[in-house]
């Protein structure tokens, strides 16, 4: 080992030699210096005030000055905006000639390292004598030989030092502005004031990627986007075992002679893709021990700082494609630049609801914070108040801190709801959509509209359809015509479906019938879960909700609110799945779970679930936005008729 380091130096020191013309240039000499911080488009400043002003000028909007700061916010991002993406275009100009000149350096440094090899075998051929014949002779006892692989990774560890000290640290991408995280009160305005700001990033180009998302309707194109990769994992799996077959089928054609020996050789030359997936099973579980072993030796909180860091490789593929990509396409976004990209994602009702959602949603933030990527987003929840759903404490808490430091937290919250506002002022439009109590008279209102909305299709009869929803299901539809459907509450909400459904239903009709809605009760949530989550998807897709009810929209969730705690059935049954029907405390003791209240936050935060405080969290949103969807604003501003 030591007279091969002994040569690999003398080569290195011959290398030195020969291309000092190299070293005398710098990445000064082929790439352009940083430049200042680039000005802001003069076209956006203060257009969003403006917009704003005219909306309140108008009356279209009530003076508010929680409202009117938090626009000036938004309208500072927006100057920002601009002058980061001139900024990131900068950084990659610099990035694309910085990586071009590494690449050319590296290959001349090959190049000089393969003479530089070469002349030093050719020295060694040609020298003769007593002391170069003994230490031919005495090399094979006194030196262990280094492998090629090892021989090669300290030749490219060396070029890329040599790389690094001639060019010096690649460019560092700029800093992105701090996003903006709108919670408080329902009605408050939140989603109107970031649609605004998404609307004039959009109209004047301000960044190349952008995408304004549901919270719902992110999970499911996220969900999609992981099973497009998993499902891409397993044809590249079939297409080498696919190629290993017609391999091993090659060799037994040539095998003419029926020479078992050397099919047996060849067969073992060959890549069996099962016997490699074991290999790299078995070198997981080897480097899974390692981690373990290196991890009793770390302290608590080096451990505990790991973890919270920690998050699956899958999910940042999945959260870089998901801000390049368009809506209701999963197929785009994937071809991922080699640079940072100016890049803004609009989440509307960030929430954590579920397990999943807690990973997910960490994981994915995580992700795209650490490319650059700007977030404002809108939430009845503060930050540090989001629901952690047994994700652990250091997980919860590392993604709360990173949302922090990159979001700038800003409540806005009203004494008076302002969909309510809006909807007062119409009350014809919702005595002409929202029929309650239920009954006779109720139903015969009910069915003088939906004769009057489908009387331009007299001739085409109500008929069954099926909805394609997502993964291959579909969702039957009993009674359709043209644009518009009807449905009993049991069929949407008693039964197993969830978001993705209620989004096919906005996307293939604008205008529902909902019938029979009862007066909902804490006692069991699955119901009025699915009902809040019908609401949210037909207002996201601004579709005509005409339904009939036993009670007004703001008594339909004060069934028996005097009623003790619920039993979360649902919840019940994932966690007895998942947790092998074991007791929690049991899988606490051994590692599998957090705790339940392991902080004070944590401890408040599972009161409220047992008590039901997400759900009437929710209620309020819905009621609001019934409120507003039976306002003549609202059914004016629908796109589809």
Same mark, same amino acid.
């Given at each position: 080992?030591?007279?091969?380091?002994?040569?690999?130096?003398?080569?290195?020191?011959?290398?030195?030699?020969?291309?000092?013309?190299?070293?005398?240039?710098?990445?000064?000499?082929?790439?352009?210096?940083?430049?200042?911080?680039?000005?802001?488009?003069?076209?956006?400043?203060?257009?969003?005030?403006?917009?704003?002003?005219?909306?309140?000028?108008?009356?279209?909007?009530?003076?508010?000055?929680?409202?009117?700061?938090?626009?000036?916010?938004?309208?500072?991002?927006?100057?920002?905006?601009?002058?980061?993406?001139?900024?990131?275009?900068?950084?990659?100009?610099?990035?694309?000639?910085?990586?071009?000149?590494?690449?050319?350096?590296?290959?001349?440094?090959?190049?000089?390292?393969?003479?530089?090899?070469?002349?030093?075998?050719?020295? *060694?051929?040609?020298?003769?004598?007593?002391?170069?014949?003994?230490?031919?002779?005495?090399?094979?006892?006194?030196?262990?030989?280094?492998?090629?692989?090892?021989?090669?990774?300290?030749?490219?560890?060396?070029?890329?030092?040599?790389?690094?000290?001639?060019?010096?640290?690649?460019?560092?991408?700029?800093?992105?502005?701090?996003?903006?995280?709108?919670?408080?009160?329902?009605?408050?305005?939140?989603?109107?004031?970031?649609?605004?700001?998404?609307?004039?990033?959009?109209?004047?180009?301000?960044?190349?990627?952008?995408?304004?998302?549901?919270?719902?309707?992110?999970?499911?194109?996220?969900?999609?986007?992981?099973?497009?990769?998993?499902?891409?994992?397993?044809?590249?799996?079939?297409? +080498?075992?696919?190629?290993?077959?017609?391999?091993?089928?090659?060799?037994?054609?040539?095998?003419?002679?029926?020479?078992?020996?050397?099919?047996?050789?060849?067969?073992?030359?060959? @890549?069996?893709?099962?016997?490699?997936?074991?290999?790299?099973?078995?070198?997981?579980?080897?480097?899974?021990?390692?981690?373990?072993?290196?991890?009793?030796?770390?302290?608590?909180?080096?451990?505990?700082?790991?973890?919270?860091?920690?998050?699956?490789?899958?999910?940042?593929?999945?959260?870089?494609?998901?801000?390049?990509?368009?809506?209701?396409?999963?197929?785009?976004?994937? *071809?991922?630049?080699?640079?940072?990209?100016?890049?803004?994602?609009?989440?509307? @009702?960030?929430?954590?609801?579920?397990?999943?959602?807690?990973?997910?949603?960490?994981?994915?933030?995580?992700?795209?914070?650490?490319?650059?990527?700007?977030?404002?987003?809108?939430?009845?929840?503060?930050?540090?108040?989001?629901?952690?759903?047994?994700?652990?404490?250091?997980?919860?808490?590392?993604?709360?801190?990173?949302?922090?430091?990159?979001?700038?937290?800003?409540?806005?919250?009203?004494?008076? *709801?302002?969909?309510?506002?809006?909807?007062?002022?119409?009350?014809?439009?919702?005595?002409?959509?929202?029929?309650?109590? +239920?009954?006779?008279?109720?139903?015969?209102?009910?069915?003088?509209?939906?004769?009057?909305?489908?009387?331009?299709?007299?001739?085409?009869?109500?008929?069954?359809?099926?909805?394609?929803?997502?993964?291959?299901?579909?969702?039957?539809?009993?009674?359709?015509?043209?644009?518009?459907?009807?449905?009993?509450?049991? @069929?949407?909400?008693?039964?197993?479906?969830?978001?993705?459904?209620?989004?096919?239903?906005?996307?293939?009709?604008?205008?529902?019938?909902?019938? *029979?809605?009862?007066?909902?009760?804490? +006692?069991?949530?699955?119901?009025?879960?699915?009902?809040?989550?019908?609401?949210?998807?037909?207002?996201?897709?601004?579709?005509?909700?005409?339904?009939?009810?036993?009670?007004?929209?703001?008594?339909?969730?004060?069934?028996?609110?005097?009623? /003790?705690?619920?039993?979360?059935?649902?919840?019940?049954?994932?966690?007895?799945?998942?947790?092998?029907?074991?007791?929690?405390?049991?899988?606490?003791?051994?590692?599998?779970?957090?705790?339940?209240?392991?902080?004070?936050?944590?401890?408040?935060?599972?009161?409220?679930?047992?008590?039901?405080?997400? /759900?009437?969290?929710?209620?309020?949103?819905?009621?609001?936005?019934?409120?507003?969807?039976?306002? /003549?604003?609202?059914?004016?501003?629908?796109?589809?008729?």
């Amino acid at each position: 080992m030591l007279y091969r380091r002994l040569l690999n130096k003398a080569a290195f020191a011959s290398i030195r030699s020969t291309q000092a013309h190299i070293y005398c240039r710098t990445f000064a000499d082929v790439c352009v210096q940083p430049a200042t911080r680039p000005a802001g488009n003069s076209k956006v400043t203060g257009i969003l005030l403006q917009r704003y002003q005219a909306l309140v000028d108008t009356q279209r909007l009530r003076p508010d000055a929680q409202q009117q700061a938090c626009v000036q916010q938004l309208s500072q991002l927006c100057d920002q905006l601009s002058a980061y993406s001139l900024e990131v275009e900068v950084f990659q100009e610099e990035s694309l000639k910085y990586l071009a000149e590494a690449a050319r350096l590296r290959a001349e440094l090959k190049r000089q390292e393969a003479q530089a090899l070469a002349q030093k075998k050719q020295q *060694d051929a040609q020298r003769t004598g007593l002391w170069h014949d003994m230490m031919r002779r005495i090399q094979p006892q006194q030196i262990e030989e280094s492998s090629p692989q090892e021989v090669a990774l300290m030749t490219a560890r060396a070029r890329e030092g040599k790389v690094q000290e001639i060019l010096g640290p690649p460019p560092e991408a700029p800093a992105a502005p701090k996003g903006l995280y709108l919670y408080g009160s329902v009605g408050s305005g939140k989603s109107l004031l970031m649609d605004m700001f998404y609307n004039v990033i959009t109209e004047h180009g301000l960044v190349p990627n952008k995408r304004r998302m549901h919270f719902n309707a992110a999970m499911l194109e996220l969900h999609t986007r992981l099973h497009k990769l998993e499902q891409e994992r397993r044809e590249q799996n079939a297409k +080498k075992m696919e190629a290993y077959t017609q391999q091993v089928a090659l060799e037994q054609l040539k095998d003419e002679n029926k020479d078992k020996a050397r099919f047996a050789q060849k067969l073992a030359e060959l @890549e069996d893709p099962y016997a490699q997936h074991q290999k790299l099973a078995k070198m997981a579980r080897i480097a899974i021990r390692t981690l373990g072993r290196q991890r009793m030796k770390r302290s608590p909180a080096q451990n505990s700082e790991l973890l919270a860091k920690s998050n699956a490789v899958i999910l940042r593929a999945a959260a870089q494609s998901l801000i390049r990509g368009k809506d209701g396409d999963v197929s785009l976004g994937w *071809d991922m630049p080699s640079h940072r990209s100016a890049a803004v994602l609009c989440f509307d @009702e960030m929430q954590v609801t579920d397990p999943f959602a807690a990973v997910a949603l960490k994981g994915v933030m995580e992700a795209l914070l650490e490319e650059g990527c700007i977030i404002v987003a809108t939430s009845n929840r503060a930050p540090w108040d989001l629901n952690r759903h047994g994700l652990h404490e250091d997980l919860f808490g590392h993604f709360v801190q990173n949302l922090l430091e990159a979001c700038r937290p800003y409540q806005l919250s009203a004494e008076q *709801d302002y969909r309510r506002l809006l909807a007062s002022d119409t009350a014809t439009a919702f005595s002409e959509n929202y029929f309650f109590p +239920k009954g006779p008279a109720a139903q015969a209102a009910l069915d003088k509209r939906w004769q009057e909305l489908t009387a331009t299709q007299a001739e085409t009869p109500a008929v069954p359809l099926q909805l394609t929803v997502m993964f291959g299901r579909r969702l039957q539809v009993e009674q359709c015509v043209g644009g518009s459907a009807r449905f009993t509450f049991s @069929e949407l909400c008693n039964q197993v479906l969830g978001a993705a459904d209620y989004i096919a239903v906005a996307q293939a009709f604008h205008t529902v019938f909902l019938t *029979d809605i009862p007066t909902m009760s804490l +006692k069991v949530r699955d119901q009025a879960r699915r009902f809040i989550t019908l609401v949210d998807e037909l207002y996201n897709a601004r579709v005509r909700l005409i339904c009939s009810a036993d009670s007004p929209p703001d008594l339909l969730f004060a069934g028996n609110l005097n009623e /003790e705690p619920i039993i979360d059935l649902e919840q019940l049954q994932y966690e007895g799945a998942v947790e092998g029907s074991r007791l929690r405390r049991d899988l606490m003791a051994e590692g599998g779970v957090a705790p339940v209240a392991a902080t004070a936050n944590a401890a408040m935060a599972a009161a409220q679930n047992l008590g039901g405080m997400e /759900e009437k969290f929710a209620f309020k949103r819905a009621v609001s936005r019934l409120h507003e969807m039976q306002s /003549e604003t609202y059914l004016a501003s629908r796109i589809r008729t």
